[in-house]
């Protein structure tokens, strides 16, 4: 099944380590998103890529990076995670030129010691 | 960015129609309404979404207002599996950016 992947399901860091988040998928869009969802918030939109246009939100913290080498795979670079950089990270994708839905993987739960 | 608003719960009897509403009354006339849900320990997913005329799937109903400043998803049968935050959300056609509001969290009581 096509689908939306996101590796770890759970990553544990330290305070100040650098964290990398993955994402692929199988669906072939050229859309793909990262979100932030803090416990018992919304998911909050961080960035998203439309091909290799890097589009970031203007409230995401210089923190937040993100990279996309080819249309299945989009990282997440956390270059000094804090103690409230904790949260569920999800990924999500879509089609342009229509008015398409998003889909998502199950998120990464980053936990920061 | 477009906002909504739900209330923060509702709870609703299973196998009853369970009515959860939204108001929108700074949309624009390209704004889309989108509808998803997000299980427990899952991602959010997809429910349905529509622009002006209500709209049917296999999941749920909108009921868009004739102004278009409020919407209602309408599930006509909750189930236990039903349990989840539903998000309202206003997509700008043509545009790639998806703002979740604070959504709906439902109970679905046995």
């Known amino acids: 099944d096509a689908m939306v992947i996101q590796n770890p399901r759970y990553q544990v860091t330290q305070f100040g380590k650098p964290v990398t988040l993955s994402c692929s998928q199988t669906?072939?869009?050229?859309?793909m998103y990262w979100y932030q969802q803090k416990s018992s918030q919304a998911p909050k939109l961080l960035f998203h890529?439309?091909?290799?246009?890097?589009?970031n939100e203007a409230d995401t913290p210089d923190n937040f990076q993100s990279r996309r080498p080819n249309t299945s795979f989009c990282f997440l670079d956390i270059r000094s995670p804090g103690l409230g950089d904790a949260a569920m990270y999800l990924c999500?994708?879509?089609?342009?030129?229509?008015?398409?839905?998003?889909?998502f993987g199950p998120g990464t739960r980053l936990t920061v010691l | 960015d477009a906002k909504t608003t739900q209330p923060n719960s509702m709870e609703s009897n299973e196998e009853e129609p369970v009515h959860l509403p939204c108001n929108h009354s700074?949309?624009?006339?390209?704004?889309?309404i989108h509808w998803y849900r997000q299980l427990p320990s899952q991602g959010p997913e997809y429910v349905i979404h529509?622009?002006?005329s209500n709209v049917n799937n296999r999941m749920a109903s909108l009921a868009i207002a004739e102004d278009r400043k409020s919407s209602t998803l309408i599930l006509h049968r909750a189930t236990l599996r039903d349990a989840a935050v539903y998000y309202c959300?206003?997509?700008?056609?043509?545009?790639?950016?998806?703002?979740f509001g604070t959504g709906t969290s439902l109970t679905v009581i046995p």
């Open positions: 669906l072939n869009h050229n859309v």
């Open positions: 890529y439309y091909d290799k246009d890097f589009n």
């Open positions: 959300i206003l997509r700008q056609r043509g545009g790639n950016q998806f703002y």
């Open positions: 529509g622009l002006t």
């Open positions: 700074t949309i624009s006339g390209t704004d889309y």
């Open positions: 999500a994708t879509s089609r342009v030129g229509v008015v398409d839905t998003q889909y």
